[in-house]
């Protein structure tokens, strides 16, 4: 009688192992609370860190200015509104950039037609040697949609932080070269940021694109 108790004892031990083993391992409470802690502290994280990214808005770039042309007349953004144009910012001292990039500005244009409601700005970055007429002889070479503006220091450097562009003087004597943000910027004919535009292809491609925004 004693032996039939224990061996249904150890029956009921071997099946409360049984149901234990069927039902999973065995994880302890403080594993479980440092699982969710690491959880909790990664969730919040990427919260942080999405919420907190700055957006891109297509009014951070672009705004108000009075600039001389390079024909001697003054000009404003406003001159520009009813088509959409391009705007690119270098200096006529320039080694080779420049006027890599205003002679595809104007191959682009040219593709277009001589029809075609699209405009174009290049701004210096070099005022003091970049006079009205120093950019007319410049731009003689391109495409005479190409608009060149110039400007005291106090007038041409709220349009570089309007535009986002750097520019920094390298060198001290009079032949000294600007370091310059490099960039096309594409503006729609409200006059609004549209993107960088790239001028580096064929250019009825870059013409195709253009067309959307007439």
Do not use: C, Q, W
């Given at each position: 009688m004693a032996?039939?108790?224990?061996?249904?004892?150890?029956?009921?031990?071997?099946?409360a192992k049984g149901a234990q083993s069927s039902n999973g391992p065995n994880v302890s409470k403080?594993?479980?609370?440092?699982?969710?802690?690491?959880?909790?502290?990664?969730?919040?994280?990427?919260?942080?860190?999405?919420?907190?990214?700055?957006?891109?808005?297509?009014?951070?770039?672009?705004?108000?200015f009075q600039l001389t042309a390079h024909t001697g007349q003054q000009v404003t953004e406003q001159d520009f509104l009813g088509r959409p144009f391009l705007v690119f910012f270098g200096y006529t001292h320039c080694p080779d950039i420049c006027?890599?990039?205003?002679?595809?500005?104007?191959?682009?244009?040219?593709?277009?037609?001589?029809?075609?409601?699209?405009?174009?700005?290049?701004?210096?970055?070099?005022?003091?040697?970049?006079?009205?007429?120093?950019?007319?002889?410049?731009?003689?070479?391109?495409?005479p949609r190409i608009i060149g503006v110039t400007g005291p220091r106090a007038s041409v450097d709220p349009v570089l932080r309007e535009y986002r562009i750097f520019s920094k003087r390298a060198g001290k004597d009079e032949d000294y070269s600007?370091?310059?943000?490099?960039?096309?910027?594409?503006m729609d004919k409200n006059g609004r940021f549209v993107a960088p535009f790239n001028v580096a292809r064929r250019p009825a491609e870059a013409a195709r694109e253009l067309q959307r925004y007439l």
């Open positions: 032996n039939g108790s224990k061996g249904g004892a150890k029956g009921l031990k071997r099946g403080p594993l479980l609370i440092g699982v969710g802690a690491v959880f909790a502290a990664v969730f919040a994280a990427f919260v942080f860190f999405t919420s907190s990214k700055p957006t891109t808005s297509t009014e951070m770039i672009g705004g108000p006027h890599t990039t205003l002679f595809e500005m104007s191959e682009i244009l040219r593709a277009m037609g001589p029809d075609a409601k699209v405009g174009a700005l290049f701004v210096t970055v070099d005022p003091e040697r970049d006079t009205p007429e120093t950019l007319k002889d410049y731009l003689s070479n391109f495409d600007v370091d310059h943000t490099t960039v096309v910027y594409l």
